[in-house]
């Protein structure tokens, strides 16, 4: 759905965004996941064909952005950071300006705009002004413009920004749902909205891509080969003991430990699992659970981000 | 319906579905009345041609200023909204944005200016008015209108706010309505250039006399074009910024 290749794009001097190689498959929820000023924006903003690049090679659909950025608008919605609203008017007129602008024919553009509402559950607010709505629906609203001519790819820049914990996970269903009919390209510097609703992610750090693949994939390039998460009934020395003498385990931590029941994390592959098993519990050790022990997405992300930057001249 | 029409609709709602719209078309015909009253009516006595003159000379310069403040949201209030990705990130071109927002101001200026004919009506209480003089006249005043509401499109689309927009927009119009003065002071070949660009003094005393030149229609028109154009290029600039 998406190949891009070399894509640069510098303001002025400064380099946004620098030789970004990625491709999207149809059908994919795909976040893109970086810090303030990574270069997500500007990313999007090219793909949303809203700017042009510097350099490099952009296809949407096979269609080259730069080519044909008119066939391109046709198969995207795109929502900005700031979802583009109009105050003065009401949610269903806005929506239909929106479709009409998109390409689609007057006499269907009302049933463009009911199923619009009915993907983003917007409906109740059709007839409501859009200066009046909470910011949960008005990002709402920004995503129902984004879908309203049913693209092929949708492009949201930090959809579940500014919204309460609720709307948080309002905002994921309805992504969720627009998963197979749309492919999705999805921004955020919220790390676990971005585990929980996408299939891939892409990790941009000053302008490049630094990683990539599923937060399973990026959690076991990044341990080494992975953790696992063990609890017992014993105390943690002698687990830890009996652990290390498997052969692969390598640094073992307590996590935490309580009323003689202790969950450590140990550094190795999660396919070590039965060994580990097997060696506690000949050695007298009861194994209440254990697990895959993947970085969280929290830590995964710093240590990407940190490492990228400590290995560039400031 | 094309895309020129649809962003031409939607403007123009938005100028009624707000005050600002009000606000200004009523600072405008209040204006108008008054210059109307002082320079026109209440002038002491004058021949009816006279004092259909002097109204279009008080509403090209009403129109003029109305001009700053009508077009100065057209972009620059997208821009500042964060509204215009919506419009350059939807299957139209640069030029279909730029003509449908200058249309709609234009539609918006010429309601107001329609508003105005109640005041040469009422030269007929007491005078003859020739239909003649008033369809040039109005003619030479929507023309300089289209020019202005041009140059204010070209102001909004380089500006990052309205504030900027109508400064921008009010220095273009200062300029080229002092462009006789400037003529005064050169020598040719650039005293012919300043004097053919004059908005007011060279091209628009023939409209307010009741005569129609094919030179000064072409003048307006020519300056439309070119300020549309620019507004144009500008858009196109932005996607490269």
Known sequence: MIEVKGLTKYYGELAAIHDLDFSIERGEVIGFLG???????????????????????????????????????????????????????????????????????????????????????????????????????????????????????????????????????????????????????????????????????????????????????????????????VEVAAPSARAIEVARTVTGIGECSVLHETGGVAVLSLIGPPELRPKVVRALVQNGIDVLRIDRGAARLESIFLKLTQDKGNGRSQ | MSAVLLIARRELGGYFRTMTGYIIAAIMLLADGIGFQLFGLGAGEMYSADVVSQFFWVLFGINAIGSIFISMRLIAEERTAGTLPLIVSSPIHDWELVVGKYLSALAFLAIVTLVTLYMPAMILVNGKVSFGHLAAGYLGVMLAGSAAIAIGTFGSALARSQVLAAIFTAIMLLVLVLAHLFARITDRPLKDMFMALALYARHFPPFQAGAIHLRDVVYYVALTYVALFAAVRVMEARRWK
Do not use: W
């Open chain 1, 35 to 229: 810090l303030n000023g990574a270069g997500k924006t500007t990313a999007l903003k090219i793909l949303g064909c809203v700017l042009l690049p510097t350099a490099g090679d952009v296809k949407v659909d096979g269609i080259d952005i730069a080519r044909d950025p008119h066939e391109v608008r046709r198969r995207i919605g795109y929502l900005p950071d700031t979802p583009p609203l109009y105050n003065d008017m009401t949610v269903g007129r806005y929506l239909k300006f929106a479709a009409e602008l998109r390409g689609v024919p007057s006499s269907e553009a009302d049933k463009a705009v009911a199923d619009a509402e009915e993907k983003t559950a917007t409906r109740e607010v059709h007839e409501q002004p859009i200066f009046s709505l909470s910011h949960g629906y008005r990002q709402r609203v920004g995503v129902a413009q984004a879908l309203v001519h049913r693209p092929k790819l949708l492009i949201l820049d930090e959809p579940t920004s500014g919204l309460d914990p609720v709307q948080i996970v309002e905002m994921r269903a309805t992504i969720r749902a627009l998963r197979g009919e749309h492919t999705v390209l999805l921004s955020s510097h919220i790390l676990s909205e971005i585990s929980q609703t996408c299939d891939r992610l892409l990790v941009i750090q000053r302008g490049e891509i630094v990683a990539q693949g599923s937060e399973q994939d990026l959690a076991t390039k990044l341990g080494g080969g992975g953790t696992i998460e």
